[in-house]
């Protein structure tokens, strides 16, 4: 069953190659934006990877980069079949090129489209790998003598500032680990050693939150440490006064600010699709009526074009036979091989 049959006089296969050469040529404009798009995206999440635990999330800027890249070749080549389909004579020539053409195409097509689900989709995927990446990016702040976690301090401070967040969850964070290096600690005073011995781990924890915290806009002086203790300060209360420094935790700052771009790009990223898509179809359209022309000696005649020969089902079992067959024929000889070798010799 023919799917969605159309008629086109000469001059209106004419537009619709003229139309489709511009059409294309946008589309490869937006190829190269969504390479763009994923490296940027790429960009971004690389310059936090010391507090991400997994790069599991990366699957979507390397995606957008594939697709991007293949979108150029395939509107390439569109745009020299729409050249071609102005002149009758020339345009045979790619006949035995079109059908794997359209198959590669709609695949990455469909992979644009799978790219802007996951945009969508990795919110939990990011929030676990950063909830993992901040913890151990805390753990880790006070060792600023240790190969390779020598600049994590700097790292996290940077981060806090930035985002304006404090801590994994919120600031609290801070009061679970020594994040005070035990090179800047008087073991000798009796405080660091009342201190060490109350923790079982030997730690030193303090009610007390790195300078990053810190709020600049607040019209208190920061406060820094001791932040449980009502009389450590001039008229402060833990519980009910605002507290100066940053209240939301740097794993709701990081998954809102990704979450924001992956949408923005996602969001734009559909738009090429639908453009994509739009190239394809009209590009079907424009094969199957001038295949109608060939061998005919007038060339401007009314031909029809169609989108699908046969339906949706019998056309995906067309594509998908040759390559199911191929990899039957493959494991057919590979058990012939085998049944081969261990058949014992004819006695004679």
């Given at each position: 069953m023919v799917v969605m049959k159309m008629k086109f006089p000469f001059q209106k296969r004419v537009k619709l190659a003229q139309g489709l050469w511009l059409l294309s040529w946008c589309a490869t404009v937006a190829g190269a934006?969504?390479?763009?798009?994923?490296?940027?995206?790429?960009?971004?999440?690389?310059?936090?990877?010391?507090?991400?635990d997994n790069a599991d999330i990366h699957i979507v800027p390397n995606t957008l980069m594939i697709v991007g890249l293949a979108s150029l070749g395939i509107n390439y080549f569109a745009s020299k079949i729409c050249q071609?389909?102005?002149?009758?004579?020339?345009f045979p020539r790619w006949k035995n090129f079109l059908k794997p053409y359209f198959a590669v195409s709609c695949f990455f097509t469909v992979l644009m489209l799978l790219s802007?689900?996951?945009?969508?989709?990795?919110k939990g995927s990011l929030e676990s790998s950063l909830k993992a990446g901040l913890r151990n990016g805390i753990r880790f702040y006070k060792d600023t003598d240790t190969p390779?976690?020598?600049?994590?301090?700097?790292?996290?401070?940077?981060?806090?500032m930035d985002?304006?967040?404090?801590?994994?969850?919120?600031?609290?964070d801070w009061f679970e680990v020594q994040w005070i290096s035990n090179r800047y600690l008087d073991f000798s005073s009796k405080e660091v050693k009342d201190r060490v011995k109350s923790n079982v781990d030997g730690r030193y924890l303090v009610d007390g939150v790195p300078f990053s915290c810190c709020n600049p806009r607040s019209p208190r002086p920061c406060m820094q440490y001791q932040l449980t203790n009502n009389s450590a300060h001039y008229n402060y209360d833990?519980?009910?006064?605002?507290?100066?420094?940053?209240?939301?935790?740097?794993?709701?700052?990081?998954v809102h600010y990704y979450m924001g771009l992956m949408n923005t790009i996602g969001a734009g990223v559909l738009s090429i699709f639908i453009l994509q898509g739009s190239v394809l179809v009209s590009l079907r359209f424009l094969?199957?009526?001038?295949?109608?022309?060939?061998?005919?000696?007038?060339?401007?005649?009314?031909?029809?074009?169609?989108?699908?020969?046969?339906?949706?089902?019998?056309t995906i079992m067309e594509y998908l036979d040759p390559v199911l067959k191929f990899f039957?024929?493959?494991?057919?000889?590979?058990?012939?091989?085998?049944?081969a070798a261990e058949k014992p010799p004819a006695v004679p």
């Open positions: 934006t969504t390479f763009t798009l994923g490296c940027l995206l790429k960009t971004e999440l690389l310059r936090r990877a010391e507090v991400m071609d389909a102005l002149d009758a004579g020339r802007v689900i996951m945009s969508y989709a990795m390779g976690r020598c600049f994590q301090k700097q790292n996290i401070d940077r981060l806090q985002f304006e967040c404090c801590g994994n969850n919120d600031f609290r833990y519980l009910t006064e605002e507290l100066n420094i940053y209240l939301r935790g740097c794993r709701e700052a990081l094969q199957t009526a001038m295949e109608a022309v060939a061998g005919k000696e007038n060339t401007e005649i009314e031909t029809e074009g169609y989108l699908l020969e046969k339906g949706v089902k019998d039957l024929l493959k494991n057919g000889g590979k058990v012939e091989e085998g049944d």
